[in-house]
């Protein structure tokens, strides 16, 4: 029995030196995606911590705008285009206008004559790195009756000519513009990613002698960047101001995130898969050190001495009763063989003796 129970505790530290691998093993993996998220964490710090560096403003932007008199509401500095009407009897109005930025310079501020009908004054704003802004302002000077009929069609014609001139063609390191171009759109939106200060930019404008200036393509940073194209005659009159922002960023930040998810997942799935092969190592374990337990008592229950039959293992009881049958069915066969040998053993004679001895007793017994 000692020996048995040296066995069993042997297996038994075996079991727990297996189980104890294979939680460190679910650990180590809990481990890595840990590490895995600690690292997008720093990479995007550092990403954040880069975008910050700038040495110029870019801001072009204007915290008001209007005219005076017959002053207009509901300015943003992120709407460029704006419409009002006067009077008949208004010649002149005075636009004026305020930058974000202190350092940023302002043009097409001032008196403005006025034709009747409609007036276009363009606001210019030219932030400290060079990146410029247009807001527009569009100035009805209303006409009378008998005028409006006939210049109607021509203000028709002419913002018709207007909206069909400037680019007819714009392209950006083959990037995807937000909204699609077209020629009567101003803004638009593109994303970049990766190390260059400088984008390629293909223009092609509607008209041989258009010329086409851009501005704040140079530098760019990390973050959010304005870049200008300004199309004008040979003489310098505008045509069309366009603007581009740029959102430039050094990573793929969607990319990592997707990517960090799908690893997040194969961990999780790593980790449900080991957790049931430990459950199942378990489970057979278990019942290998059950079946061992009832062989061993089985092979040794003779060994063991109780002194109350209800103290005894079913299993126990099971194999002793078997055991007592198989002796009684020796026995039985032992004294049948004994009986057959003793029979065998005697002789002829003494069986005729046997026979003649009790042939006369019967025959006086008659008699």
């Known amino acids: 029995m000692k020996r048995n129970n040296k066995k069993i505790s042997k297996r038994m530290i075996m079991f727990l030196i297996v189980l104890n691998i294979l939680c460190g093993i679910v650990t180590n993996q809990s481990q890595a995606v840990n590490e895995t998220n600690t690292n997008v964490d720093k990479v995007a710090n550092t990403t954040n911590t880069s975008g910050n560096r700038t040495e110029k403003s870019n801001n072009a932007n204007l915290s008001n705008l209007g005219i005076r008199p017959y002053d207009f509401s509901g300015f943003k500095y992120g709407i460029t285009s704006y419409e009002?009407?006067?009077?008949?009897?208004?010649?002149?109005?005075?636009?004026?206008?305020?930058?974000?930025d202190a350092k940023a310079k302002i043009t097409g501020?001032?008196?403005?004559?006025?034709?009747?009908?409609?007036?276009?004054?363009?606001?210019?704003?030219?932030?400290e790195d060079g990146t410029k802004k247009t807001y527009t302002i569009n100035i009805i000077r209303e006409i009378q009756?008998?005028?409006?009929?006939?210049?109607v069609i021509e203000n028709n014609e002419k913002q018709t000519s207007k909206e069909g001139k400037g680019l007819a063609e714009l392209k950006i390191n083959n990037l995807e513009l937000a909204p699609t171009f077209?020629?009567?759109i101003y803004e638009y939106t593109v994303k970049y990613i990766g190390e260059d200060t400088k984008l390629n930019i293909e223009t092609k404008t509607t008209e041989e002698d258009y010329e086409v200036e851009v501005i704040g393509n140079h530098n760019l940073e990390e973050g959010e960047n304005i870049i200008t194209l300004l199309v004008t005659k040979k003489d310098g009159e505008n045509i069309g101001t366009y603007q581009v922002k740029v959102e430039k960023s050094l990573v793929d930040k969607d990319a990592i995130a997707k990517e960090e998810i799908e690893k997040k997942e194969k961990?999780?799935?790593?980790?449900?898969?080991?957790?049931i092969a430990i459950v199942i190592i378990v489970i057979i374990v278990i019942v290998i050190i059950r079946?061992?337990?009832?062989?061993?008592?089985?092979?040794?229950?003779?060994?063991?001495?109780?002194?109350?039959?209800?103290?005894?293992?079913?299993?126990l009881k099971e194999r002793a009763e078997e055991m007592e049958d198989q002796d009684f069915e020796q026995e039985d066969e032992l004294e049948y063989e004994e009986e057959t040998e003793d029979f065998e053993s005697m002789?002829?004679?003494?069986?005729?003796?046997?026979?003649?001895?009790?042939?006369?007793?019967?025959?006086?017994n008659r008699f």
Do not use: C, H
């Not at 008196?111 to 030219?126: D, M, R, S, W």
């Not at 060994?303 to 005894?312: A, I, R």
């Not at 002789?347 to 006086?364: A, V």
């Open 109 to 127: 501020t001032g008196k403005k004559a006025l034709e009747k009908g409609e007036n276009a004054v363009q606001i210019v704003v030219t932030a």
């Open 347 to 364: 002789s002829k004679d003494k069986l005729k003796q046997q026979f003649l001895n009790s042939y006369n007793s019967r025959s006086r």
């Open 145 to 151: 009756q008998e005028e409006e009929t006939s210049n």
């Open 84 to 100: 009002v009407s006067v009077p008949e009897s208004t010649e002149t109005i005075e636009v004026y206008a305020t930058a974000q």
């Open 267 to 275: 961990m999780q799935k790593a980790i449900v898969g080991s957790t």
């Open 182 to 184: 077209k020629t009567n």
């Open 291 to 315: 079946r061992r337990n009832r062989i061993i008592e089985e092979e040794f229950y003779e060994e063991m001495e109780y002194d109350d039959e209800e103290e005894m293992p079913m299993a």
